[in-house]
């Protein structure tokens, strides 16, 4: 089992973010950090091979995120949850899907399943780098405090799809784009010039090249809401709604779909949409 350590810093003017990996497997730790190689915004400034070793990091020079498995000798990985600091992200790396939900009530950021796709994780860096951007007030972020992603005011004879409707869209990264029924979709979280939309299965988790406000243009308004600067979510395709205790609102859409965790501004948006009876 690998002892805790702090190694592996590159300089603050090549590194946007440093990482904790936490993890009893050697080589899944090696893995992830060759992955992360391809990631000059991220160093990783510690290993840890389970919870205790873990702690004593986080107490000591606490990350920007943590790279976190769950299953461990001596502790799952949901026992180091609340010694994580609230500034620092977790994105849980697992081989098993069943801790999904419960990993993003406790408002991971991403949960990657074991072995870790290269192009998968340059998905989760992407949501990182808006959330570290949105934390820190960058201008260049693209969290809550920005502006830019707000559309502008929407003609009297704006035409929306229909639930019914098929839209073809690019795809992150692709040349190639895909087909999304618009009922299917159950919410839309904003990653730039890029979308995340989770659908209903069999399409999942996809990565869309159009932004949010292109979505607002075309989703019918009777059927989705925008909540906050950041996210659009179909109102009829909620299941339920929770508050968790890292100041996130956690909303499940149903089997097959990867729940949605909502910072404290946009999950006042919601209950406020929803009447109050989230």
């Known amino acids: 089992m690998p002892?805790?350590?702090l190694s592996g810093r590159t300089s603050p003017d090549t590194t946007m973010l440093?990482?904790?990996l936490v993890d009893d497997e050697t080589d899944a730790t090696g893995r992830m950090r060759k992955l992360l190689a391809a990631h000059p915004e991220i160093g990783v400034v510690g290993v840890?091979?389970?919870v205790a070793e873990a702690r004593a990091v986080l107490e000591t020079q606490p990350p920007d995120v943590v790279f976190l498995d769950v299953e461990m000798p001596g502790g799952s990985g949901f026992d180091l949850l609340k010694y994580v600091p609230d500034r620092t992200q977790m994105v849980f790396v697992t081989a098993h899907e069943k801790y999904a939900v419960r990993a993003f009530a406790?408002?991971?950021i991403d949960y990657l399943v074991k072995p870790v796709d290269p192009e998968r994780l340059a998905d989760t860096v992407?949501?990182?780098k808006k959330q570290a951007a949105g934390t820190q007030g960058q201008p260049q972020g693209d969290g809550e405090q920005r502006s830019d992603d707000l559309d502008a005011e929407e003609p009297a004879d704006a035409v929306f799809f229909g639930l019914g409707?098929?839209?073809?869209?690019?795809l992150a990264g692709k040349a190639t784009s895909a087909a999304v029924t618009v009922g299917d979709i159950c919410w839309i979280e904003s990653l730039r010039n890029y979308t995340r939309v989770a659908a209903k299965l069999p399409a999942g988790v996809l990565f869309f090249r159009r932004r949010l406000s292109d979505w607002d243009k075309v989703l019918p308004p009777s059927a989705f809401a925008r909540v906050g600067r950041s996210y659009i979510v179909q109102l009829a395709a909620i299941e339920h709604v929770e508050w968790s205790f890292r100041t996130a609102t956690v909303?499940?859409?149903g089997e097959g779909v990867e729940p949605l965790a909502l910072g404290r501004l946009p999950g006042t948006r919601l209950r406020e949409i929803l009447g109050g009876n989230a």
């Open 3 to 5: 002892s805790p350590s």
């Open 18 to 20: 440093t990482a904790l």
């Open 48 to 50: 840890a091979g389970n």
């Open 106 to 108: 406790a408002a991971a």
């Open 126 to 128: 992407i949501r990182l």
């Open 165 to 170: 409707d098929v839209v073809n869209v690019p």
């Open 251 to 253: 909303v499940t859409f």
